[in-house]
């Protein structure tokens, strides 16, 4: 008997739905609405714009030329440092910037009041950066091309405090309550998950608005590994033996989002410093393999290879193979 009610509330449902979407008469008489007809005609590929801008993660170890990269595109760069109270923006003053690189891109460094435990006393850092692009898209947006947050590391402790923040006026957390009174951050559990959801809010947000305004968005970051346990050729772990690193990642947040959220950007571009001192050059993946994260939609364009890499050559080259 429930299986046969169960049968007759579900047709009744479908029959209803169906009298709302296909009738339009019942729009019109019931709910007084009028309805149209929406063109649904596409366009061919070939008639589609090409984008002459591109979002990407750039990422590596310390010291292996992501700030210089990121400035390499050339006076009409705009770098935001976010920090606690100390400048990121020390290889841009650097005297082998100043002779390799010889661009003059802006510079804005956002900073917090901190206490004595060099905590900050309010978390502003977040908004600091939202309102940063949003100024210079507004009042300056002719004078450049690329917005450069460097790096991602202080961007998520921005991230961190403004989830506190939400969570304690959502009554969910009381993190930031916590930290306040410990003077070191207290996150629980549901604090991450805000955290993550701050960062691909901005992440998602950004990319958009700044590739509507027809801007270059770079965001660099710090390599993560990710480790597995070895084992023998019956699956069983070796106890004992050193873990095997899986994969090379952007550090974001967390064990998923790494990979998550690098699927809103139009490249992910590894870079790594081979040798040291005056002989060493810096390689660009951008394709990948099975233990690095990396990708383009410029295939072809960029080489498998690229040695010591100029980001203006290679929006040159992006626009020269659309002709442009």
Request: hydrophobic share 40%; net charge neutral; charged share 25%.
């Amino acid at each position: 008997l429930l299986i046969l009610l169960k049968k007759e509330f579900i047709c009744k449902v479908v029959g209803f739905y169906q009298l709302i979407w296909h009738h339009q008469g019942f729009h019109q008489q019931i709910l007084g609405i009028k309805m149209t007809n929406p063109s649904y005609e596409g366009k061919k590929a070939s008639d589609l714009p090409d984008t002459a801008t591109l979002s990407a993660i750039v990422y590596g170890k310390k010291g292996c030329g992501k700030t210089s990269f990121a400035a390499s595109g050339g006076d009409r760069t705009v770098m935001i440092y976010p920090g606690a109270g100390i400048s990121g923006a020390k290889t841009l003053r650097s005297p082998w910037f100043k002779k390799e690189i010889r661009t003059d891109p802006f510079v804005v460094e956002l900073h917090e009041d901190l206490n004595e435990k060099r905590m900050p006393k309010k978390a502003t850092l977040f908004d600091q950066i939202t309102r940063a692009i949003d100024w210079w898209l507004k009042n300056r947006i002719d004078d450049w091309d690329t917005m450069v947050i460097d790096d991602v590391a202080n961007t998520r402790k921005a991230a961190m405090f403004k989830g506190f923040e939400i969570n304690q006026i959502a009554g969910l957390s009381t993190a930031l309550s916590k930290t306040e009174t410990h003077g070191v951050p207290m996150p629980g559990i549901q604090d991450f998950g805000q955290e993550m959801n701050v960062m691909q809010w901005f992440v998602e947000s950004y990319i958009e608005i700044l590739e509507e305004a027809k801007k270059n968005f770079l965001v660099l970051a710090h390599e993560r590994y990710t480790f597995s346990k070895p084992k023998d050729s019956k699956g069983n772990v070796i106890i004992g033996d050193k873990d095997i690193i899986d994969g090379i990642r952007p550090a974001f947040v967390g064990r998923t989002m790494p990979d998550d959220i690098t699927t809103n950007f139009d490249e992910v571009w590894h870079l790594t410093k081979i040798g040291s001192s005056d002989s060493a050059i810096v390689k660009l993946d951008a394709y990948g393999d099975s233990q690095i994260l990396a990708n383009t939609r410029h295939a072809g364009v960029l080489k498998a290879f690229e040695k010591d890499p100029n980001f203006k050559d290679i929006m040159e080259r992006i626009k020269k193979a659309q002709g442009k």
